[in-house]
């Protein structure tokens, strides 16, 4: 069974720095997809950027960027230049490429941005 | 389509009596996922579906939990004879398989509390 482990319950970031959430899972499939969720207080859970394992290129949208290690099955989340809007929790998951296609999630990270 | 939609939002409950939730998907979307998330942790799986086929249910989950759905579109998670243990946000996602994102997209969920 995949399992998806998160090391850092919370973190904290000065407003208009960047900050960088560890992922880590386990797996022995070679295809499978890598995902980012944002769940601000008491709102839904949001996608923040996805990664398919078959892609050397690591993932980008504007702010958020992932360093995506296969070998190290490692899989980070950078925010650049923090936001009030970025704190929340954020879960790592992870979805196979083949069968039944479940989605695992992390423990998540408490991000709190400071201003 | 307004995204996806879960009933009812809050339920308080005494221990020992049945509860039913309902979640309505985005209307093309053929899968459809049960997690449950407590206070600080991720989403714990519980089942899902494609279409009207329970594909996977966690071993985690008692027998007094069921879900269903029923024509392929929206699904109910019932839990018989609620214990305390059984307080927690219960959230639903849905997503379009055979796509190659397979992101989930989720509801604002149902929060039950057992007294």
């Known amino acids: 069974a995949q399992t998806v482990t998160q090391s850092q319950p919370e973190m904290s970031v000065q407003e208009a720095e960047t900050v960088t959430l560890s992922c880590t899972y386990d797996?022995?499939?070679?295809?499978?997809?890598l995902f980012w969720y944002k769940q601000p207080p008491s709102r839904q859970m949001i996608l923040v950027i996805r990664?398919?394992?078959?892609?050397?290129q690591n993932a980008t949208e504007n702010r958020f960027s992932v360093n995506f290690q296969k070998a190290a099955k490692s899989f980070s989340l950078k925010i650049s230049d923090s936001q009030l809007g970025d704190a929340a929790m954020y879960f790592c998951?992870?979805?196979?490429?083949?069968?039944?296609?479940?989605?695992?999630f992390g423990t998540g990270t408490k991000l709190q941005v400071i201003p | 389509d307004t995204g996806v939609s879960q009933n009812p939002r809050h339920k308080i409950t005494k221990r020992g009596q049945n509860v039913t939730f309902r979640c309505d998907p985005i209307?093309?979307?053929?899968?459809l996922y049960w997690y449950r998330q407590t206070l600080g942790q991720g989403p714990e799986f519980l089942t899902y579906?494609?279409?009207?086929?329970?594909?996977?249910k966690s071993r985690l989950l008692s027998d007094r939990f069921s879900a269903e759905r029923p024509k392929g579109s929206f699904s109910t998670l019932e839990i018989q004879r609620t214990e305390q243990g059984d307080s927690a946000m219960y959230l639903c996602?849905?997503?379009?398989?055979?796509?190659?994102?397979?992101?989930?997209?989720f509801g604002e969920g149902s929060r039950l509390t057992v007294l």
């Open positions: 996602a849905s997503s379009l398989y055979g796509t190659s994102s397979g992101e989930l997209f």
């Open positions: 797996t022995s499939e070679s295809d499978y997809y």
């Open positions: 990664q398919e394992a078959y892609k050397q």
């Open positions: 998951a992870y979805r196979s490429d083949g069968g039944y296609q479940k989605v695992t």
């Open positions: 209307s093309e979307h053929n899968r």
């Open positions: 579906f494609q279409n009207e086929a329970q594909l996977e």
